[in-house]
């Protein structure tokens, strides 16, 4: 029985070690890595998050005055090469919590996530 103890002790353990490893940019090479390796330029987090942004305020075709995404707040600031923070209002688009039918998003292989598929510690965030 203690033997058992101390597999699941030691499983919690590693779990959270993949996890922490998964949020620093250290189980698979980032982009920035392999950009250097190859050679060549890649398109970093700050950058993707400025043309989606920029994409969605030039399509804006919705009700009333196109309205900014919340900025994340106070993270740190440490973050893999090429990475950076966005909030979900941010990277996501949100139906009701359902997903859209919109041909844009079924034809260019988009995965919309829903705040349900959002858990923290087990619990939905």
């Not at 353990?13 to 998964?22: C, E, F, M, N």
């Not at 359902?98 to 087990?122: D, I």
Request: charged share 30%; with cysteine.
């Amino acid at each position: 029985m203690a033997s058992l103890k101390r597999v699941q002790t030691a499983l919690k353990r590693y779990r959270a070690s993949v996890l922490k490893a998964a949020c620093e940019g250290r189980l698979v090479p980032t982009e920035a890595e392999l950009a250097r390796k190859e050679n060549r330029s890649y398109e970093t987090g700050e950058q993707l998050l400025r043309r989606i942004l920029k994409q969605r305020r030039e399509r804006w075709n919705g009700k009333g005055k196109y309205k900014e995404p919340r900025v994340p707040q106070a993270l740190p600031d440490k973050l893999p090469d090429g990475w950076a923070w966005a909030s979900w209002d941010q990277v996501a688009f949100s139906q009701n919590g359902r997903p859209f039918k919109s041909a844009e998003y079924q034809s260019s292989g988009f995965k919309l996530l829903r705040p349900g598929n959002l858990h923290m510690r087990g619990k939905v965030i």
